[in-house]
């Protein structure tokens, strides 16, 4: 079996309670089509024409930068289908965090594999993600799909830390995190057991924008998105390839999709001046470079 195949049925188990009772069976299935797929009957040819025959794009951020708004969004244009974190990938996220040398091995042995099988029967001439789990990935996707269009979507970090901070980011027992901190060359390593979990969250956010700001090199803010049809359409249409009309975007705006409804922290104009300081030096340099101002 697979080494690809034997990891991913494990992280569709091991996340059972997060995925729906049916969609369960149907991943399932799928990850058996691809065990097969990678022995048998899909040459490497077939699944390369379909790629190169396609429009794909990639839009990566971390989690809580308006992903599902805007993946939901950009599907409602014609002949595209564009997917919100199609399955649960929290373990290859990890692992690659810890080892970028097995991003290679997941996308161009697995990940392009179950794209492929997933979507060839759609008649569709675009597909997307806008995906969270795919973010440390960034540079296999450029490697192994050189044609596909990748964007960085970032949100304010100050409002991204207040909802991670009411979520367990961070936290000793949360499944997305738990095997994320500070690597051997990461200037915050010796300060790690000291932080708190807010200058935790604090650093995620600057370290993983920071990453993917300087793989990609075409960053695009959340908030001018869902603010600016203008800017949505020459930052995201444009360079995608797609067509989404002003009032339609007006019309989706004005419906947010996966908002946190209970804050455990207020809003970043209240927070204290420890929170505001922490905030600044851990982050500022990078909210700096997204363009962001930080006027408390």
Same mark, same amino acid.
């Given at each position: @079996? =697979? ?10 188990? @091991?996340?059972?309670?997060? !995925? ?17 797929? @990678? ?6 040819? &077939? !699944? ?10 990639? !839009? ?7 992903? $599902?708004?805007? =993946? =939901? ?12 974190? #199609?399955?649960?990938?929290s ?24 794209i ?23 540079q ?31 936290? #000793? ?8 901190? #500070? ?8 300060? /790690?057991?000291?932080m ?6 604090? /650093? ?11 793989? !990609?090199? $075409?960053?695009?803010?959340? &908030? ?5 049809y203008d ?7 444009k ?5 989404? #009309? &002003? &009032?339609? /975007? $007006? ?46």
């Open positions: @079996m =697979s080494r690809y195949y034997r990891e991913m049925l494990e992280n569709l188990k @091991m996340n059972a309670p997060q !995925i729906t009772k049916g969609l369960y069976p149907k991943w399932t299935i799928l990850m058996k089509k691809i065990k097969v797929a @990678m022995y048998f009957w899909v040459r490497e040819e &077939e !699944i390369n024409d379909w790629f190169n025959n396609k429009n794909v794009f990639f !839009i990566l951020s971390i989690g809580r930068s308006g992903t $599902k708004f805007l =993946s =939901s969004l950009l599907n409602k244009a014609p002949n595209a289908l564009v997917v919100h974190e #199609p399955f649960i990938e373990i290859p996220h990890q692992d690659v965090f810890n080892d970028p040398r097995k991003a290679e091995e997941y996308i161009q042995k697995f990940r392009k594999k179950e492929y099988l997933r979507v060839r029967n759609y008649d569709i001439e675009t597909y997307g993600e806008v995906n969270s789990f795919l973010r440390r990935h960034c296999a996707l450029k490697h192994d799909l050189p044609k596909a269009t990748l964007i960085h979507l970032v949100r304010d970090g100050r409002a991204v830390v207040r909802s991670m901070y009411s979520r367990n980011t961070m936290l #000793p027992n949360d499944y997305n995190t738990k095997r994320i901190r #500070p690597r051997e060359d990461d200037p915050w390593k010796d300060e /790690w057991h000291k708190s979990r807010f200058e935790k969250l604090c /650093w995620y956010w600057a370290v993983e924008n920071k990453y993917l700001r300087e793989c !990609i090199g $075409k960053t695009v803010q959340f &908030e001018k998105l869902v603010t600016d800017y949505f359409k020459k930052n995201l249409l360079p995608l390839k797609l067509d989404i #009309p &002003e &009032e339609m /975007w $007006k019309s989706e705006v004005n419906k947010p999709k996966n908002v946190t409804t209970t804050y455990k922290l207020p809003h970043w104009k209240e927070w204290d001046q420890k929170k505001k300081e922490a905030f600044e030096r851990i982050c500022g340099d990078e909210m700096k470079k997204c363009g962001y101002k930080l006027d408390w």
